[in-house]
């Protein structure tokens, strides 16, 4: 087994620290003392009792109960405590069940650019790898044709990430019904990352979950994004299929011996305010997307977008003289810090004008206005680059 360098390391290093983040992928960070007063607020005394007094003895392996049934109330009737597994994080669970269910004999397909533990799970787990490219000619839309083309004899899992890292995009119920439809053809395991799920702009545009609509599915979600609660390190898999639970039960156990009980009971708290938080989010985001509008619009001849209908981030295309990888540079020493299309893929040679915006949280108009401040004290100097025909 050879992990890949995380894509994500020189950002980090080119980013650290700086003042004005359009980088992040979260809605609005939720903290404890919020938790805690939503709780009281609803009279649930008894989970705030819990959180103050609980024992730190070792919780059962793959979540406590009460988390557990909490988590299932976000999925239909097939979905029951018992086909959840709670994990520190949706990305250890990505990562868990990969090496659960794949071996070197198996192929996998995934799709790029995309989320790096979404993307290289399976080849971490010794599976050989097709990768589907998206394009925003296509709206960075899954063509379920290419994904039969791309079907082995050997094939036994895909992973898909809806909404979509890191374009905010959707797929339709359609392409989703077609997609489950090869799957179970393949009678192939589909990884759904939906971790963004519950953040449609419009809740109409929510798509089934694929742990309710698959026998095969395995939805991955997590209280980091909608909530807003990336500290609460909780994320889970759900499915129908219990035939995979122990196999991924047992290599969580090398792992991580149980999760933490402080941030079961916090997502706990989380999951039963979720009407009120998550409605507070979406508000955010809809401003935040509203200011990014004018943004594109005023600002059309450099940057494009296919505009985002989930989840807190967007793709964006600079069409100035520069790739995003410098564009990320320069930005950096004025303090901003955006996602460059290296973060996204080994190979970013066909989106390199693209990076990715993060729009979920309340101070994300100071950022931007900082990004204003920069567009105009360069925007002369690339229209004289971009007339030469610089890129
Ligand atoms: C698509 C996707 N999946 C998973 C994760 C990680 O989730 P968690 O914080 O629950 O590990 C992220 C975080 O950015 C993500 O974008």
């Known amino acids: 087994m050879t992990y890949n360098e995380p894509w994500s390391k020189r950002h980090k290093k080119v980013t650290g620290g700086l003042p004005y983040s359009l980088s992040n992928s979260f809605a609005e960070p939720i903290s404890n003392e919020e938790l805690i007063s939503l709780s009281l607020q609803r009279g649930d005394q008894d ?4 959180f103050h007094k609980h024992s730190l003895e070792y919780t059962p392996n793959g979540g406590s109960l009460d988390l557990l049934e909490e988590i299932a109330k976000l999925y239909g009737a097939k979905i029951t405590a ?27 397909i995934v799709f790029t650019p995309g989320y790096q533990s979404v993307l290289k799970a399976p080849d971490h787990a010794g599976s050989t790898l097709t990768e589907v490219p998206l394009y925003p000619e296509n709206n960075w839309q899954i063509d379920p044709q290419k994904v039969a083309d791309a079907m082995q004899e050997n094939t036994k899992y895909m992973a898909i990430n809806e909404p979509y890292n890191p374009a905010g995009t959707l797929m339709k119920p359609e392409a989703q019904q077609q997609l489950k439809e090869i799957a179970e053809k393949n009678d192939i395991y589909v990884m759904s990352d939906e ?4 953040l449609e702009h ?8 694929m742990a309710d ?3 095969k599915g395995i939805s991955c979600g997590g209280l980091s994004k909608p909530w807003g609660g990336c500290g609460i390190t ?8 219990l035939s995979i639970k122990q196999k991924i039960i047992d290599i969580q156990y090398f792992g991580t011996a149980c999760p933490s009980r402080a941030s079961e009971i916090q997502a706990i708290m989380a999951l039963r305010a979720s009407d009120i938080i998550i409605e507070k989010n979406i508000k955010i985001i809809k401003h935040n997307v509203a200011l990014l509008d004018d943004f594109v619009e005023k600002y059309s001849n450099f940057f494009e977008w296919v505009r985002p209908n989930a989840g807190a981030i967007a793709f964006m295309k600079f069409k100035g003289p520069m790739n995003s990888d410098e564009l990320g540079e320069i930005l950096a020493k004025s303090g901003i810090s955006i996602k460059p299309a290296y973060v996204f893929a080994d190979d970013s040679d066909y989106f390199e004008d693209y990076f990715r915006i993060g729009y979920g949280e309340k101070i994300m108009p100071r950022a931007l206005q900082a990004l204003i ?7 002369e100097q690339w229209a004289v680059k971009m007339n030469e025909g610089c890129k």
């Open 47 to 50: 989970i705030v009792d819990q």
């Open 373 to 379: 401040d920069f567009v105009e004290e360069h925007r």
């Open 195 to 198: 971790i963004y799920r519950l």
């Open 234 to 241: 909780i994320g889970w898999l759900a499915f129908q299929d």
């Open 82 to 108: 018992e086909n959840i597994i709670v994990f520190a994080g949706g990305q250890v669970g990505l990562q868990t069940a990969a090496l659960a269910l794949l071996d070197q004999n198996s192929h996998s």
């Open 213 to 215: 609509l698959y026998h």
């Open 202 to 209: 419009d809740q109409k545009d929510r798509l089934p979950a």
